[in-house]
Each structure stands twice: as C-alpha cells, then as structure tokens.
C-alpha cells in the first residue's frame, strides 16, 4: 500500500480477509486500496462489513459517504449523514457535509441551513466558514464574505483555494493590493496554481507592474499554449515596456484564432506606428473602420469576472474563478492521513537563480551551495546580499524603481569603466530584476569577453536566457528554442567546469534537458546533482519527473516519493496521480 501497489495489496488483503473476515481494519484497508483505483461501489462494500462489525467507526461512516457521492447517489449519502448525525450530533462534520451534498442536488437554500448549524456548533470550523463565504459572494455580500473567509483561513491557514476566494472577493471592493496579497499567499502553498497566476498578471497589470505581471503570464502560456486571453494580456503588457515585436507577435496569433477580434487590430495598428510601420497600421485601421459600419449598435458592458471554462476573447481583462465550488473529498484512514486532490504538473521545480529577493518556504528547507555567491557577498561588491534560490519573492513597486534608478547611476559610471567586473555584474543583476534579460545578457558578454571565463557571469548569463526562452516558448520555432536551450546547458557545464562541486548546476542542466526532452541524460544531470549532494529534494524532484517522462514510472514513483520526505511535499501530488497509470 505505502508503496502506490494499490492492485497488489488489494490481493494482500484479499487473503487476510479468508483468514480472518472479523478483522475491521482489513476491510478498511482494502476499501482504501478500491478508493485509489477509482472503485468506489466495491469500496463502499467493505466499509459496510467494517460498520457491520463496528457501528461507531466513524472513518469508515465518512468514507461511505464520499464513496457514494463519487457514485453520485446523494439520496444515499443523505441518509447516511442522517445516520451519522444520530450517532454524533455535536460534531460539526457531519452538519458541512450536508451541506455539500445539498449542493450536489442543487438545494442551496438547504445548504446554507446546514452551514449555519455547523457554525452554531463550532465557530473554529474553517470549512463551515468557507462554505458560508461562498454563499455570501454569490449574493454580492462581498464585505461579509471577506469576513468568513479571514475565519475560515484562520482556521485553515495553509488551505491555498480559500487565499484564491478572498482575492477575488477582495478585488469585487476593489481592494487589488489585498487580492495581490492573497494570490502570493497562494502561491506559496501551491507554486503552480494557475488561477493565481493568471489573476495576479491582471492585477500587477492594474498597478503598474508590468514586468511582474508579465512574469505570471508566461507561466500561464507554459501551461496553457493556445490560451489566446493570456496571450493578449501578455501583448498588452509587452507594448507598455517597449517590446512592440513581442507584441505585434502575440497580437498577431491572436488575430489569426479571432479574425474578428478587433479591438486586437486597433492594438496592433498603434503598435505599428510606434515602430513607423504606417502602411501595416492602415490596413489594421481600415479593418477596424469596415467593422464599424458593418457592426450593429451599442457594446456590451464588460465583465469583472469569468469562469475559467469561458473563453470568450472580449473578456480578456475579466480575472477568472473556478467553474464550480467543489469541497475536496478527503478519505480518512489511519494508515495514510488524506487522498490529495491537488493538480501538480509534470515538469522539474523552477531552475536555482542568483537574485536579491526569496521567498522562505516552510517545508522546503534546503539551501543550495555556491561557493562564488559566498566570495562576491564576503567582498560586499553588490549593494545587497545575493541569494541563490529556485523560488523568487516579487519585487514591490519601490523596489523596481530603485533597480532602475540603480541602473543609471551604473550606466554613467560604466561609461568611465566600461570592463569594470563588478560594474557589470551590478548593472546586469538590476537588468534581470526588472527583467530586462537582453540587456542582462549583452553585460555579461562584455565581461566575460573582458575578463574570461566567471562562473557567476556564466550562471546569470544563463539563467536570462532560460528566462527569456520561457517568454518565447508559445510563439518561437522549436528549432529557435532548441539552439536557445543547447546555449543555456553549454554556459552551465562552462559553470560547472569552475565550480565542479556545485549541485544546483548539474540540477539546472536537467531542468533544461527535460526541457530539450532528452530524458536520458536529464537523469545522468539529476544523478550527478544527487552525487554531489544526496538531500537535495528538487533533484529527486527533477529526477522522477524525468523517469516518469522517459517511461520508467516505477523508478520515478521512488524518487518522487524520497523528494517528498526531503519537504517538497507537491511530490506526493505525482505520485498520486502516476501510481494510477
């Protein structure tokens, strides 16, 4: 069982069930396995022999009630909750899960009822609060819902979904650096929680930041390359920093999925007159002028939110919430504490970069050695301490202000030292803060063409690349993403040469292979890191997700589950998901 062989130990259980069919915990054990193999009418079976012997087990009385509304048989569950409430009538459970089932039969009215009972019961029950939350939105009662929500995350802090409802609930007051707050909140529990993203790009939008904002769609675009909103939105943003080829890019492909998108050729037009493109604008206008005398009266007023299922590309500037209100289904057991229900991509945690801002995690503690960042902080030739991490913080407005500031002081400075090494780095660190990555690479180059081969140059220089490819990635030619990804691993093995007992170089050489799809030697770089150091968690990370790709499930199921005992615990997301296959 502890091993993900749910069908093996089903058979186990099988044979202790002949020996002994009086044992309880071998029908619960058995029904967990059923569980993890989507059987739930089978699993239900056993924990009615469980209850047959044990009438008050109430794990097995909660278990049948989320077996049956998998089945979706809701008259079922209500009667066994009726059960149950007999049995513990003062345990607030019972009231919510109510609750939950009134919804599944569309009786909200109901539903609420049971919510508020179970608040009578226990004020401390932070799902009753989150259900009682929901309610309120739904009726535009967003100052009373915002309250729930702080009871409800009060009591279940590390709940990543509740910080995504506040946010939204936040923002419908108009509240944006509160839902900016709420969706970082979020993504510290969940990196790779993609309404958080994609709603934080709008609003670091709204505020201003656009490099940031930026950022977010990226990750949206890696996820989701044919969303044409996200693309947009990402167009939108690479016109205000003065990257109209990007723009005209992104719009383009839009334009090409919606021909009759057009507000897009109104945007595209004013992008290329900035770049003195008259003739490409005039026709995009003449475009938008025939849609006008073509087009009937009146405009529709636009919508703050949208479900995520709606795709409908005028909303573009819509922030998204889920389609349904869905209370995860947790099955209790003594033997494995709850079934995770969280979606986790399969690709490597996020690449080791030098930076001045990182984000703490509670669970993963581990720190990456270089012994370079240690020399350049110990000669203080950077105006603050340089971090080496694979979870960047964001930069507030006043930060990336200062940046820019910095970099002009810089650039008067380098015009007197134009090869000062650490003038360079400086300029070019300020440069990826406010991710101006070509910038960032051309300074690099001029110092390791001065100064010959650096290992921090090499590790900046690539880790602007890498990023820079992560902005391409949904509109480049592969053959152009391919190149790019070959120069990003070629400038870490450079690295690697200077600095040969450096782990999170051979970890980012693998990220970069699994991007390249070379799974094969993305394990050798993975081992490697591991050789060099054997607790390091992202490299068994890395590892088993690159098993997992190359067909080797077994093996990445193993690492997977070693990287999840190291406290990256989005590990046990995948092996949840790929000991099912």
Known sequence: YYLEDYQGAEIDCNNAVERNPYALNHYVLRALCRINQNRYALAEEDYQKAIGINPLDHGSWHNIVLCQIELKEYERADSSLDMMLRYWPKETEQYTMKAQVSLLRTDTL????????????????????????????????????????????????????????????????????????????????????????????????????????????????????????????????????????????????????????????????????????????????????????????????????????????????????????????????????????????????????????????????????????????????LPKQLFLTDNEASMTEKQTEAHQTSIRTLSEQLDKKPNDRDLLMRRALDYYHIRDFENAVSDMNALIQENGADALALVLRAQCRFAQLEVSRTTASASDLRLGYLMVVQDYYKASDLMPDAPFLHYNIGCVQVQLADYMAAQKSFTRALELDSHFPSAYYGRGVAYILGGQTEQGLSDLSQAGEYGLYTAYNLIKKYSKK
């Open 110 to 381: 109901q539903a609420e009822k049971w919510t508020d009972r179970a608040i009578d019961l226990d004020a401390y029950d932070g799902r009753a609060w989150s259900l009682k939350a929901m309610f309120q939105a739904n009726r535009k009662e967003y100052k009373e819902a915002e309250v729930s929500l702080d009871k409800a995350i009060l009591q279940l802090p590390k709940t990543a979904a509740l910080y995504v409802n506040r946010a939204l609930v936040r923002y419908n007051q108009d509240n944006l650096r509160g839902a900016m707050s709420d969706y970082d909140a979020c993504l510290d529990l969940e990196p790779r929680n993609y309404l958080a993203h994609y709603n934080r790009g709008l609003l670091r939008a709204q505020v201003g930041e656009d490099n940031l904002a930026i950022e977010d769609f990226n990750f949206v675009l890696n996820l989701e390359p044919d969303n044409t909103i996200a693309l947009y939105n990402r167009a939108l943003l690479l016109d205000n920093i003065g990257d109209y080829n990007g723009a005209i890019r992104d719009i383009s492909a839009v334009i090409k999925d919606y021909p009759e998108f057009w507000d897009g050729y109104r945007q595209r037009a004013a992008i290329k007159r900035k770049i003195g493109d008259i003739n490409g604008a005039e026709r995009d206008e003449f475009k938008v002028l025939q849609a006008r005398l073509d087009a009937a009266a009146g405009k529709k007023h636009p919508v703050r939110t949208r479900k995520k299922s709606e795709r409908n590309i005028e909303d573009y500037a819509a922030l998204v919430e889920e389609d349904t209100h869905e209370e995860e289904n947790e099955y209790v057991s003594e033997y494995r504490g709850k079934v995770q229900n969280r979606q986790t991509e399969l690709q490597p945690e996020p690449i080791y970069s030098l930076t001045y801002y990182k984000r703490e995690s509670e669970t993963n503690t581990y720190i990456a050695y270089c012994p370079e960042i240690e020399k350049i902080n110990d000669r203080k030739a």
